[in-house]
Protein backbone atom coordinates (compact mmCIF):
# COMPACT_ATOMS: atom_id res chain seq x y z
CA UNK A 1 0.00 0.00 0.00
CA UNK A 2 1.25 3.70 -1.08
CA UNK A 3 0.14 6.25 1.31
CA UNK A 4 1.26 9.82 0.31
CA UNK A 5 0.30 13.83 1.44
CA UNK A 6 -1.09 15.84 -0.82
CA UNK A 7 -0.69 19.77 -0.30
CA UNK A 8 -2.36 22.38 -2.26
CA UNK A 9 -4.71 25.54 -1.61
CA UNK A 10 -7.09 24.57 -4.26
CA UNK A 11 -9.36 22.77 -1.77
CA UNK A 12 -11.54 21.44 -4.85
CA UNK A 13 -8.47 20.52 -6.99
CA UNK A 14 -7.25 18.80 -3.60
CA UNK A 15 -10.52 16.63 -2.64
CA UNK A 16 -10.80 15.38 -6.55
CA UNK A 17 -6.90 14.35 -6.97
CA UNK A 18 -7.22 12.66 -3.60
CA UNK A 19 -10.59 10.63 -4.33
CA UNK A 20 -9.68 9.53 -7.46
CA UNK A 21 -6.17 8.41 -6.14
CA UNK A 22 -7.81 6.46 -3.95
CA UNK A 23 -10.95 4.87 -5.90
CA UNK A 24 -9.27 4.19 -9.13
CA UNK A 25 -5.52 3.79 -8.46
CA UNK A 26 -5.83 2.37 -4.48
CA UNK A 27 -3.45 5.17 -3.17
CA UNK A 28 -4.09 6.35 0.09
CA UNK A 29 -3.61 9.84 0.77
CA UNK A 30 -3.79 12.33 3.74
CA UNK A 31 -4.66 16.36 2.33
CA UNK A 32 -3.59 19.58 3.60
CA UNK A 33 -4.34 23.03 2.30
CA UNK A 34 -1.04 24.84 4.02
CA UNK A 35 2.45 23.72 4.06
CA UNK A 36 3.09 24.77 7.96
CA UNK A 37 0.14 22.38 8.39
CA UNK A 38 1.88 19.84 6.36
CA UNK A 39 4.88 19.74 8.48
CA UNK A 40 3.51 18.75 11.49
CA UNK A 41 1.69 16.06 9.49
CA UNK A 42 5.21 14.99 8.74
CA UNK A 43 6.19 14.98 12.26
CA UNK A 44 3.17 12.82 13.07
CA UNK A 45 2.97 9.94 10.13
CA UNK A 46 4.94 8.29 7.85
CA UNK A 47 4.83 8.68 3.58
CA UNK A 48 6.26 7.56 0.73
CA UNK A 49 5.77 10.49 -1.37
CA UNK A 50 4.85 14.38 -0.92
CA UNK A 51 2.83 15.92 -4.04
CA UNK A 52 2.92 19.96 -3.56
CA UNK A 53 1.43 23.00 -5.66
CA UNK A 54 4.15 25.80 -6.07
CA UNK A 55 1.95 29.10 -5.44
CA UNK A 56 0.77 28.62 -1.50
CA UNK A 57 0.50 30.90 1.63
CA UNK A 58 2.73 30.94 3.99
CA UNK A 59 5.40 28.69 1.84
CA UNK A 60 6.07 28.19 -1.84
CA UNK A 61 6.36 24.34 -2.94
CA UNK A 62 10.28 24.85 -3.39
CA UNK A 63 10.57 26.92 0.03
CA UNK A 64 8.36 23.73 1.42
CA UNK A 65 10.64 21.03 -0.06
CA UNK A 66 13.50 22.78 1.49
CA UNK A 67 12.01 23.44 5.14
CA UNK A 68 11.24 18.87 4.72
CA UNK A 69 15.01 18.66 4.17
CA UNK A 70 16.03 20.38 6.88
CA UNK A 71 13.67 18.52 9.51
CA UNK A 72 15.23 15.38 7.95
CA UNK A 73 12.62 14.09 5.84
CA UNK A 74 13.78 12.80 2.80
CA UNK A 75 10.83 11.78 0.95
CA UNK A 76 10.40 12.08 -2.51
CA UNK A 77 8.63 14.73 -3.95
CA UNK A 78 6.71 16.09 -6.81
CA UNK A 79 5.76 19.49 -7.60
CA UNK A 80 2.00 19.85 -8.89
CA UNK A 81 1.60 23.13 -10.40
CA UNK A 82 -0.17 25.48 -13.00
CA UNK A 83 2.94 27.74 -13.12
CA UNK A 84 4.60 26.98 -16.68
CA UNK A 85 7.57 29.32 -16.08
CA UNK A 86 10.86 27.60 -17.61
CA UNK A 87 13.20 29.14 -14.44
CA UNK A 88 10.18 27.60 -12.02
CA UNK A 89 11.06 23.81 -13.63
CA UNK A 90 14.99 24.33 -13.22
CA UNK A 91 14.59 25.51 -9.78
CA UNK A 92 12.67 22.81 -8.80
CA UNK A 93 14.93 20.35 -10.47
CA UNK A 94 18.13 21.61 -8.74
CA UNK A 95 16.47 21.46 -5.77
CA UNK A 96 15.89 17.97 -5.42
CA UNK A 97 12.12 18.03 -6.55
CA UNK A 98 11.65 14.14 -8.57
CA UNK A 99 9.27 14.89 -11.18
CA UNK A 100 7.40 18.43 -12.11
CA UNK A 101 4.04 17.67 -13.09
CA UNK A 102 1.81 20.97 -15.06
CA UNK A 103 -1.58 21.24 -14.13
CA UNK A 104 -4.21 21.37 -17.01
CA UNK A 105 -5.89 19.44 -19.61
CA UNK A 106 -7.90 16.33 -19.37
CA UNK A 107 -8.37 15.74 -15.44
CA UNK A 108 -8.53 12.28 -15.50
CA UNK A 109 -5.48 11.69 -17.55
CA UNK A 110 -3.95 14.11 -15.42
CA UNK A 111 -4.24 12.32 -12.34
CA UNK A 112 -3.79 9.10 -14.33
CA UNK A 113 -0.30 10.12 -15.77
CA UNK A 114 0.37 11.27 -11.82
CA UNK A 115 -0.79 7.94 -10.26
CA UNK A 116 1.54 6.23 -12.85
CA UNK A 117 4.84 8.63 -11.60
CA UNK A 118 3.72 8.33 -7.56
CA UNK A 119 4.05 4.41 -8.40
CA UNK A 120 7.50 4.39 -10.06
CA UNK A 121 8.55 7.25 -8.32
CA UNK A 122 8.06 5.36 -4.60
CA UNK A 123 9.29 1.65 -6.16
CA UNK A 124 12.51 3.16 -6.64
CA UNK A 125 12.71 4.59 -3.67
CA UNK A 126 11.78 1.62 -1.43
CA UNK A 127 14.27 -0.29 -3.72
CA UNK A 128 16.91 2.26 -3.02
CA UNK A 129 16.00 1.64 0.40
CA UNK A 130 16.20 -1.59 0.62
CA UNK A 131 19.61 -2.17 -1.29
CA UNK A 132 21.40 0.27 1.29
CA UNK A 133 19.72 -0.75 4.42
CA UNK A 134 20.32 -5.19 3.96
CA UNK A 135 24.05 -3.57 2.77
CA UNK A 136 23.64 -2.45 6.11
CA UNK A 137 22.87 -5.25 7.55
CA UNK A 138 25.52 -6.90 5.82
CA UNK A 139 28.35 -5.11 6.91
CA UNK A 140 27.38 -5.19 10.10
CA UNK A 141 27.86 -9.11 10.42
CA UNK A 142 30.57 -8.65 8.82
CA UNK A 143 32.25 -6.74 11.70
CA UNK A 144 30.61 -9.13 14.25
CA UNK A 145 32.19 -12.13 13.09
CA UNK A 146 35.47 -10.29 13.63
CA UNK A 147 35.03 -9.50 16.89
CA UNK A 148 33.26 -12.91 17.69
CA UNK A 149 36.63 -14.42 16.85
CA UNK A 150 38.94 -11.88 18.67
CA UNK A 151 37.24 -10.44 21.61
CA UNK A 152 37.77 -12.31 25.17
CA UNK A 153 35.75 -10.70 27.43
CA UNK A 154 31.81 -11.38 27.43
CA UNK A 155 30.24 -8.34 28.19
CA UNK A 156 32.35 -6.24 26.40
CA UNK A 157 31.46 -8.93 23.10
CA UNK A 158 27.42 -8.21 23.88
CA UNK A 159 27.90 -4.52 24.42
CA UNK A 160 30.07 -4.14 21.34
CA UNK A 161 27.32 -6.22 18.79
CA UNK A 162 24.63 -4.16 20.11
CA UNK A 163 26.72 -0.84 19.29
CA UNK A 164 26.99 -2.37 15.86
CA UNK A 165 23.83 -3.32 15.35
CA UNK A 166 22.74 0.37 15.58
CA UNK A 167 25.84 1.89 14.51
CA UNK A 168 25.65 1.39 10.56
CA UNK A 169 22.28 2.65 11.43
CA UNK A 170 21.50 -0.94 10.15
CA UNK A 171 18.58 -1.09 13.14
CA UNK A 172 16.80 1.50 15.06
CA UNK A 173 17.61 -0.07 18.46
CA UNK A 174 18.81 -3.20 19.88
CA UNK A 175 18.71 -5.71 22.88
CA UNK A 176 20.36 -9.05 24.12
CA UNK A 177 19.24 -10.37 27.21
CA UNK A 178 20.34 -13.95 28.48
CA UNK A 179 18.92 -15.74 31.91
CA UNK A 180 18.66 -19.00 33.36
CA UNK A 181 14.86 -18.39 33.57
CA UNK A 182 12.82 -15.51 33.35
CA UNK A 183 13.82 -13.13 35.98
CA UNK A 184 16.95 -14.74 36.57
CA UNK A 185 19.09 -12.38 33.95
CA UNK A 186 22.43 -13.25 33.33
CA UNK A 187 23.86 -10.85 31.07
CA UNK A 188 22.12 -7.94 29.18
CA UNK A 189 23.01 -5.39 26.60
CA UNK A 190 21.55 -2.76 24.57
CA UNK A 191 21.80 0.15 22.11
CA UNK A 192 19.75 2.63 21.14
CA UNK A 193 17.35 2.82 24.50
CA UNK A 194 19.87 5.02 26.61
CA UNK A 195 19.32 5.03 30.33
CA UNK A 196 15.55 4.24 30.07
CA UNK A 197 16.86 0.69 29.51
CA UNK A 198 17.96 0.28 32.93
CA UNK A 199 14.38 0.63 34.32
CA UNK A 200 13.10 -1.36 31.82
CA UNK A 201 15.67 -4.12 33.25
CA UNK A 202 14.00 -3.47 36.42
CA UNK A 203 10.97 -4.60 34.61
CA UNK A 204 12.64 -7.93 33.11
CA UNK A 205 13.93 -9.07 36.41
CA UNK A 206 10.85 -9.49 38.01
CA UNK A 207 9.95 -12.18 35.42
CA UNK A 208 7.70 -9.81 33.25
CA UNK A 209 8.21 -10.64 29.34
CA UNK A 210 6.86 -8.41 26.11
CA UNK A 211 4.53 -10.42 24.04
CA UNK A 212 7.15 -10.87 21.18
CA UNK A 213 9.76 -12.40 23.86
CA UNK A 214 7.32 -14.57 25.49
CA UNK A 215 5.90 -16.02 21.65
CA UNK A 216 9.53 -15.96 20.93
CA UNK A 217 10.45 -18.43 23.44
CA UNK A 218 7.81 -20.94 22.56
CA UNK A 219 9.13 -20.63 18.82
CA UNK A 220 12.07 -21.39 16.64
CA UNK A 221 10.87 -18.87 14.00
CA UNK A 222 11.01 -14.93 13.83
CA UNK A 223 8.67 -13.31 16.12
CA UNK A 224 7.44 -10.03 14.15
CA UNK A 225 5.43 -7.32 15.29
CA UNK A 226 4.48 -4.79 12.94
CA UNK A 227 4.62 -1.00 14.06
CA UNK A 228 3.88 -2.57 17.56
CA UNK A 229 -0.10 -2.44 17.54
CA UNK A 230 -2.99 -4.55 19.03
CA UNK A 231 -1.07 -6.25 21.59
CA UNK A 232 1.84 -4.06 22.37
CA UNK A 233 -0.20 -1.37 24.64
CA UNK A 234 1.36 -2.79 28.03
CA UNK A 235 5.25 -3.09 26.38
CA UNK A 236 7.67 -1.04 28.02
CA UNK A 237 9.79 -1.10 24.53
CA UNK A 238 6.89 0.54 22.69
CA UNK A 239 8.06 4.59 22.41
CA UNK A 240 11.20 3.47 20.27
CA UNK A 241 9.21 1.32 17.97
CA UNK A 242 7.15 4.04 16.88
CA UNK A 243 6.19 3.45 13.30
CA UNK A 244 8.84 0.78 13.32
CA UNK A 245 8.71 -2.78 13.01
CA UNK A 246 10.34 -5.13 15.53
CA UNK A 247 11.46 -8.88 15.50
CA UNK A 248 12.59 -10.90 18.31
CA UNK A 249 14.30 -14.62 17.78
CA UNK A 250 14.89 -16.84 21.26
CA UNK A 251 18.89 -17.92 21.51
CA UNK A 252 19.68 -21.35 22.19
CA UNK A 253 22.96 -22.92 23.18
CA UNK A 254 23.17 -26.90 23.02
CA UNK A 255 19.21 -27.00 22.82
CA UNK A 256 18.98 -24.87 26.16
CA UNK A 257 17.23 -21.73 25.50
CA UNK A 258 19.19 -19.38 27.14
CA UNK A 259 17.60 -15.57 26.07
CA UNK A 260 16.71 -13.37 23.62
CA UNK A 261 17.51 -10.97 20.50
CA UNK A 262 14.85 -8.40 18.86
CA UNK A 263 15.72 -5.40 17.07
CA UNK A 264 13.81 -2.65 15.79
CA UNK A 265 13.83 -1.89 11.49
CA UNK A 266 11.85 0.21 9.60
CA UNK A 267 8.58 -0.80 9.45
CA UNK A 268 8.84 -1.06 5.26
CA UNK A 269 11.56 -3.67 5.43
CA UNK A 270 9.86 -6.02 8.25
CA UNK A 271 8.32 -8.38 5.99
CA UNK A 272 10.93 -8.83 3.56
CA UNK A 273 12.57 -12.22 3.60
CA UNK A 274 16.05 -10.66 2.43
CA UNK A 275 15.26 -8.62 5.69
CA UNK A 276 14.44 -12.24 8.04
CA UNK A 277 17.60 -14.36 6.60
CA UNK A 278 19.94 -11.67 7.39
CA UNK A 279 18.62 -11.33 10.87
CA UNK A 280 18.50 -15.00 11.60
CA UNK A 281 21.98 -15.24 10.33
CA UNK A 282 23.12 -12.77 12.39
CA UNK A 283 21.07 -14.68 15.65
CA UNK A 284 22.98 -18.12 14.82
CA UNK A 285 26.44 -15.56 14.83
CA UNK A 286 25.68 -14.81 18.19
CA UNK A 287 24.49 -18.56 19.30
CA UNK A 288 27.54 -19.60 18.37
CA UNK A 289 29.57 -16.75 19.92
CA UNK A 290 27.87 -17.59 23.41
CA UNK A 291 28.59 -21.32 22.80
CA UNK A 292 32.31 -20.83 21.88
CA UNK A 293 32.41 -18.15 25.51
CA UNK A 294 30.93 -21.36 27.08
CA UNK A 295 33.06 -24.10 26.12
CA UNK A 296 36.23 -21.65 27.01
CA UNK A 297 35.71 -21.40 29.93
CA UNK A 298 35.22 -25.21 30.93
CA UNK A 299 38.83 -25.77 29.60
CA UNK A 300 41.20 -23.19 31.27
CA UNK A 301 41.80 -25.90 34.07
CA UNK A 302 44.28 -27.33 31.21
CA UNK A 303 46.66 -24.35 31.64
CA UNK A 304 47.36 -25.33 34.98
CA UNK A 305 48.02 -28.81 33.49
CA UNK A 306 50.31 -27.42 31.01
CA UNK A 307 52.36 -26.26 33.48
CA UNK A 308 52.94 -29.62 35.24
CA UNK A 309 52.95 -31.42 31.47
CA UNK A 310 56.09 -28.69 30.87
CA UNK A 311 57.95 -30.10 33.82
CA UNK A 312 57.10 -33.97 33.53
CA UNK A 313 58.23 -33.70 29.47
CA UNK A 314 61.77 -32.57 30.96
CA UNK A 315 62.11 -35.34 33.11
CA UNK A 316 60.62 -37.94 30.27
CA UNK A 317 63.54 -36.68 28.03
CA UNK A 318 66.27 -37.39 30.69
CA UNK A 319 65.07 -40.45 31.23
CA UNK A 320 64.04 -41.50 27.91
CA UNK A 321 67.87 -40.44 26.86
CA UNK A 322 69.36 -42.57 29.42
CA UNK A 323 67.64 -45.32 29.01
CA UNK A 324 67.63 -45.75 24.92
CA UNK A 325 71.66 -45.20 25.58
CA UNK A 326 71.69 -48.38 27.97
CA UNK A 327 69.35 -50.25 25.28
CA UNK A 328 72.22 -49.66 22.70
CA UNK A 329 75.17 -50.81 25.40
CA UNK A 330 73.53 -53.94 26.13
CA UNK A 331 72.91 -54.64 22.02
CA UNK A 332 76.04 -54.30 21.37
CA UNK A 333 77.27 -56.31 24.41
CA UNK A 334 75.09 -58.82 23.52
CA UNK A 335 76.63 -59.20 19.90
CA UNK A 336 80.22 -59.40 21.89
CA UNK A 337 79.07 -62.21 23.60
CA UNK A 338 77.80 -64.01 21.27
CA UNK A 339 81.26 -63.77 19.08
CA UNK A 340 82.86 -64.67 22.27
CA UNK A 341 80.96 -67.46 23.03
CA UNK A 342 81.65 -71.23 21.17
CA UNK A 343 78.38 -71.98 19.65
CA UNK A 344 76.13 -73.27 21.74
CA UNK A 345 72.34 -73.79 21.25
CA UNK A 346 71.51 -72.68 25.42
CA UNK A 347 73.37 -70.01 25.17
CA UNK A 348 72.62 -68.47 21.35
CA UNK A 349 69.04 -69.18 23.34
CA UNK A 350 69.40 -66.88 26.05
CA UNK A 351 70.82 -64.46 23.94
CA UNK A 352 68.69 -64.10 21.32
CA UNK A 353 65.96 -63.74 23.71
CA UNK A 354 67.58 -61.05 25.72
CA UNK A 355 67.94 -59.55 22.31
CA UNK A 356 64.13 -59.40 21.58
CA UNK A 357 63.77 -58.00 24.83
CA UNK A 358 65.76 -55.01 23.95
CA UNK A 359 64.58 -54.84 20.97
CA UNK A 360 60.86 -54.30 22.50
CA UNK A 361 62.40 -51.85 24.85
CA UNK A 362 63.60 -49.73 22.03
CA UNK A 363 59.86 -50.26 20.39
CA UNK A 364 58.18 -48.92 23.61
CA UNK A 365 60.50 -45.75 23.73
CA UNK A 366 59.73 -45.34 20.26
CA UNK A 367 56.21 -45.20 21.40
CA UNK A 368 56.72 -43.11 24.19
CA UNK A 369 57.94 -40.53 21.56
CA UNK A 370 54.60 -40.21 20.49
CA UNK A 371 53.14 -39.88 23.78
CA UNK A 372 55.43 -37.15 24.21
CA UNK A 373 53.47 -34.89 22.07
CA UNK A 374 49.86 -35.57 23.73
CA UNK A 375 49.09 -32.62 25.70
CA UNK A 376 51.41 -30.38 24.42
CA UNK A 377 50.57 -27.61 23.58
CA UNK A 378 46.97 -28.02 25.31
CA UNK A 379 43.96 -29.18 23.86
CA UNK A 380 42.23 -26.27 21.81
CA UNK A 381 39.86 -25.95 18.68
CA UNK A 382 40.87 -27.70 15.62
CA UNK A 383 39.19 -26.80 12.50
CA UNK A 384 37.99 -29.80 11.16
CA UNK A 385 37.93 -28.60 7.88
CA UNK A 386 40.92 -27.54 7.22
CA UNK A 387 42.27 -30.93 8.38
CA UNK A 388 40.68 -32.85 6.46
CA UNK A 389 41.29 -30.32 3.38
CA UNK A 390 45.26 -30.73 4.32
CA UNK A 391 45.34 -34.55 4.78
CA UNK A 392 43.52 -35.55 1.37
CA UNK A 393 45.86 -34.05 -0.46
CA UNK A 394 47.27 -37.48 0.07
CA UNK A 395 44.89 -39.07 -2.12
CA UNK A 396 45.69 -36.46 -4.91
CA UNK A 397 48.20 -38.67 -6.99
CA UNK A 398 45.98 -41.83 -6.11
CA UNK A 399 42.59 -42.38 -8.49
CA UNK A 400 40.25 -42.30 -5.02
CA UNK A 401 37.33 -40.11 -5.30
CA UNK A 402 36.44 -37.95 -1.68
CA UNK A 403 33.00 -36.64 -0.63
CA UNK A 404 33.16 -34.95 2.95
CA UNK A 405 30.13 -32.80 5.09
CA UNK A 406 29.56 -29.22 4.41
CA UNK A 407 28.90 -28.10 7.73
CA UNK A 408 31.85 -26.35 9.02
CA UNK A 409 32.93 -27.71 12.61
CA UNK A 410 35.56 -26.46 15.60
CA UNK A 411 36.68 -29.60 17.77
CA UNK A 412 38.13 -29.38 21.24
CA UNK A 413 40.46 -31.88 20.94
CA UNK A 414 44.46 -32.24 21.12
CA UNK A 415 46.25 -30.51 17.84
CA UNK A 416 48.03 -34.17 17.39
CA UNK A 417 44.12 -34.36 15.64
CA UNK A 418 45.91 -33.88 12.97
CA UNK A 419 47.61 -36.90 12.79
CA UNK A 420 44.70 -38.75 13.42
CA UNK A 421 42.80 -38.03 10.02
CA UNK A 422 46.11 -38.67 8.12
CA UNK A 423 46.55 -41.89 9.93
CA UNK A 424 43.15 -42.80 8.27
CA UNK A 425 43.92 -41.57 4.92
CA UNK A 426 47.39 -43.34 5.06
CA UNK A 427 45.49 -46.42 5.84
CA UNK A 428 43.17 -46.53 3.22
CA UNK A 429 45.94 -46.09 0.83
CA UNK A 430 48.27 -48.38 2.42
CA UNK A 431 45.55 -51.31 3.24
CA UNK A 432 42.53 -50.70 1.36
CA UNK A 433 43.26 -52.44 -1.47
CA UNK A 434 41.29 -51.69 -4.16
CA UNK A 435 40.00 -48.73 -2.45
CA UNK A 436 38.70 -46.06 -4.93
CA UNK A 437 36.03 -43.17 -2.52
CA UNK A 438 37.05 -42.15 0.73
CA UNK A 439 33.69 -40.59 2.55
CA UNK A 440 33.66 -38.44 5.83
CA UNK A 441 30.44 -37.65 6.96
CA UNK A 442 28.76 -36.38 10.22
CA UNK A 443 25.30 -36.85 12.61
CA UNK A 444 24.68 -35.92 15.96
CA UNK A 445 22.81 -37.83 18.69
CA UNK A 446 21.47 -36.30 21.77
CA UNK A 447 24.80 -36.86 23.73
CA UNK A 448 27.24 -36.35 20.90
CA UNK A 449 28.32 -35.66 17.59
CA UNK A 450 29.59 -38.54 15.13
CA UNK A 451 32.51 -38.23 12.59
CA UNK A 452 32.10 -41.31 10.20
CA UNK A 453 35.15 -42.07 7.94
CA UNK A 454 34.55 -45.35 5.30
CA UNK A 455 36.04 -46.16 2.13
CA UNK A 456 34.84 -48.82 -0.23
CA UNK A 457 38.23 -50.95 0.31
CA UNK A 458 38.52 -54.70 2.00
CA UNK A 459 37.56 -53.71 5.75
CA UNK A 460 38.77 -55.52 8.84
CA UNK A 461 37.56 -58.66 9.70
CA UNK A 462 36.11 -58.76 12.86
CA UNK A 463 38.22 -60.78 14.52
CA UNK A 464 40.92 -57.91 14.13
CA UNK A 465 38.12 -54.75 14.53
CA UNK A 466 39.49 -54.37 18.43
CA UNK A 467 42.92 -55.81 18.00
CA UNK A 468 43.99 -52.81 15.39
CA UNK A 469 43.60 -50.63 18.22
CA UNK A 470 46.25 -52.29 20.91
CA UNK A 471 49.68 -51.32 20.65
CA UNK A 472 52.27 -53.36 17.78
CA UNK A 473 49.82 -52.66 15.09
CA UNK A 474 50.55 -50.50 12.69
CA UNK A 475 54.05 -48.93 11.18
CA UNK A 476 56.09 -48.32 14.14
CA UNK A 477 57.79 -45.07 12.34
CA UNK A 478 54.31 -43.43 12.40
CA UNK A 479 51.05 -42.96 14.31
CA UNK A 480 48.95 -45.95 14.30
CA UNK A 481 45.53 -46.70 15.72
CA UNK A 482 46.53 -46.98 19.43
CA UNK A 483 47.98 -43.79 19.48
CA UNK A 484 45.00 -42.65 17.72
CA UNK A 485 43.37 -43.69 20.17
CA UNK A 486 44.78 -42.22 22.27
CA UNK A 487 45.32 -38.64 20.91
CA UNK A 488 41.75 -38.66 21.09
CA UNK A 489 40.53 -39.47 24.66
CA UNK A 490 42.61 -37.01 25.95
CA UNK A 491 39.40 -34.99 25.56
CA UNK A 492 36.88 -37.53 25.86
CA UNK A 493 36.72 -38.45 22.22
CA UNK A 494 36.15 -41.96 21.60
CA UNK A 495 37.15 -43.98 18.15
CA UNK A 496 35.95 -47.61 17.08
CA UNK A 497 35.61 -49.56 13.65
CA UNK A 498 32.33 -50.97 12.30
CA UNK A 499 32.32 -51.59 9.13
CA UNK A 500 31.26 -54.89 7.06
CA UNK A 501 34.33 -56.80 5.93
CA UNK A 502 34.69 -56.67 2.12
CA UNK A 503 32.14 -53.93 1.93
CA UNK A 504 35.13 -51.26 3.29
CA UNK A 505 36.10 -49.82 6.68
CA UNK A 506 33.90 -47.37 8.72
CA UNK A 507 35.39 -45.59 11.65
CA UNK A 508 33.30 -43.86 13.66
CA UNK A 509 34.53 -40.58 15.46
CA UNK A 510 32.37 -39.97 18.55
CA UNK A 511 32.95 -36.29 20.05
CA UNK A 512 30.43 -35.10 23.45
CA UNK A 513 28.79 -32.47 22.31
CA UNK A 514 30.58 -29.95 24.17
CA UNK A 515 33.69 -30.49 22.57
CA UNK A 516 32.35 -29.78 19.27
CA UNK A 517 31.24 -25.73 17.58
CA UNK A 518 29.10 -26.16 14.45
CA UNK A 519 27.97 -22.84 12.51
CA UNK A 520 24.89 -23.74 11.36
CA UNK A 521 23.42 -21.87 8.03
CA UNK A 522 20.83 -19.84 8.36
CA UNK A 523 17.08 -21.74 8.51
CA UNK A 524 19.05 -24.98 10.47
CA UNK A 525 17.32 -25.71 13.89
CA UNK A 526 19.63 -27.97 16.29
CA UNK A 527 17.67 -30.50 18.19
CA UNK A 528 17.35 -34.30 18.02
CA UNK A 529 15.95 -34.20 14.48
CA UNK A 530 17.73 -31.64 12.14
CA UNK A 531 15.57 -30.19 9.52
CA UNK A 532 15.84 -26.63 6.91
CA UNK A 533 13.04 -24.54 7.13
CA UNK A 534 12.28 -22.14 4.25
CA UNK A 535 13.07 -18.59 5.03
CA UNK A 536 9.20 -18.24 4.05
CA UNK A 537 7.84 -20.32 6.28
CA UNK A 538 10.39 -19.35 9.53
CA UNK A 539 8.83 -16.39 10.65
CA UNK A 540 5.84 -15.48 12.97
CA UNK A 541 3.76 -12.44 12.76
CA UNK A 542 2.02 -11.04 15.83
CA UNK A 543 0.04 -7.58 15.12
Not at 75 to 87: D, H, Y
Not at 189 to 202: A, C, M, T
Not at 387 to 400: A, D, G, M, P, Y
Request: glycine share 6%.
Amino acid sequence: MIKILIVDDERTLLDAEALYLKRKENIDSDICTSPLDALELLELNSYDLIVSDYEMPGLNGLEFLAETHKRGHEIPFILFTGKSREEIAIAALNSGVDYYIQKGGDIGVLFTEMAHIIRKTVEKKRAEDKIRHLTRILSTIRNIREIINTERDFNVLLRSLCDLMTDEEGYNNARIVLFEKPGEIVAAEQSGFGEEFDSILEWLRKGELTGCARKALESDRIIISDKCSGGCTDCPFRDHHNRRGAMTMRLVNRGRTIGIISVTVPSDFIMDKDERFLFETLTRDLEYAISSFEIIEKYTGYEALENANIKLSRLNREIFSRILGNTDIISLNLEKIEDLIPKNRIIAGYIESADRAVGSIKDELRLSGFFELLGKPEPGWNNLDNIIEKNSILLNEHNIDFKKFDEEMLVFADPMLDSVFENLFRNTLIHGRSADFIEISFYETPERAVIVYEDNGAGIPNNMKNLIFTPGYGDENRMNLFISAEVLDLTGITICECGTYGNGVRFEIKIPLKNIILRRKPGEISGKDNFLISPDRNVAVTE
